[in-house]
């Protein structure tokens, strides 16, 4: 249990604690002793400001202590510590929480986690079992191959050690419809909506059931995954360009120039 008492030749020797401090951190670092704080039994930190001016509201501690029925004091430990108006750095926040999208570039490498709620496995080849065996009489089933089942696996999009899961799906979904879905104020005033529009381009497997993708370069969602509910004003539809105005053959006045002439 901490002592709230100091230990008295712990606290006394401010001269062994200034010595050690200097030694560590520099005599011009070093300013005014400022207390005496009871660590535990026999066990005190001498604390002094800090002149260094990059570390306004910072502080040295030095902690000493001495060995039961001993006069002998001995040096813990010398640390810079912050106080209450010190400038501190933010909180540390693991670089996956730091991570936004967007934020990678050229070279930068981000392997998904082992246990990504995103992704779940995908098809493996794994040796294909032994025929069941088949009742007398009866025909007997062909076995598919290894290389037969990974074909078609790999037609399917299932060729891969991991694909996307239900939860992936479901989020990439989320995201996509609020950006280029029917709520935002572009597909509201929109003349249609993409799924009349020649510029949609369908996309395969069940995201397809709600989503293509824009071909539309003057539209704002050009090359990227809209909602069939999404719409903008550059919707193959939404009108027909007016016809060039035909302007009638220039009309000179001859008569008045004949008078003039007359
Ligand atoms: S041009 Fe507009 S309406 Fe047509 S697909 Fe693209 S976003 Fe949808």
Redesign the pocket.
């Known amino acids: 249990m901490r002592s709230r008492t100091p230990d008295r030749l712990c606290a006394e020797a401010v001269d062994v604690a200034l010595a050690v401090t200097q030694e560590a951190a520099g005599p011009d670092s070093v300013g005014a002793h400022l207390r005496v704080v009871a660590e535990g039994d026999r066990v005190v930190t001498h604390h002094f400001a800090c002149e260094e001016p990059a570390y306004r509201g910072w502080h040295w501690a030095t902690t000493l202590t001495r060995a039961s029925r001993s006069k002998q004091i001995t040096i813990d430990e010398t640390v810079l510590l912050p106080g209450g108006d010190a400038v501190l750095a933010p909180t540390w926040v693991p670089w996956s929480e730091r991570l936004r999208p967007g934020d990678m570039g050229p070279g930068d490498l981000l392997p998904a986690e082992a246990d990504d709620l995103r992704l779940e496995p995908g098809w493996a080849a794994a040796p294909v079992p032994a025929p069941a065996p088949v009742d007398e009489g009866g025909p007997a089933l062909p076995v598919p191959s290894v290389a037969e089942i990974g074909s078609v696996a790999a037609e399917l999009g299932m060729g891969r050690p991991r694909v996307l899961s239900r939860y992936g799906l479901h989020t990439a979904a989320d995201r996509w419809e609020e950006e280029?879905g029917p709520k935002t104020p572009m597909a509201q005033a929109?003349p249609?909506?993409?799924d009349t529009?020649?510029?949609?381009i369908p996309i395969s497997g069940s995201l397809g059931q709600a989503f293509?993708i824009?071909?539309?370069e003057?539209?704002?969602?050009?090359g990227h995954t809209?909602s069939l509910g999404?719409?903008?004003?550059?919707?193959?539809e939404a009108a027909v360009m007016p016809k060039a105005v035909e302007l009638s053959p220039m009309v000179l006045d001859d008569l008045e120039d004949a008078e003039a002439e007359g």
Not at 197 to 200: N, P, W
């Open positions: 280029f929109a249609a909506q993409c529009c020649a510029f949609l293509g824009c071909a539309n003057y539209s704002p969602a050009d809209v999404y719409g903008c004003g550059a919707h193959s």
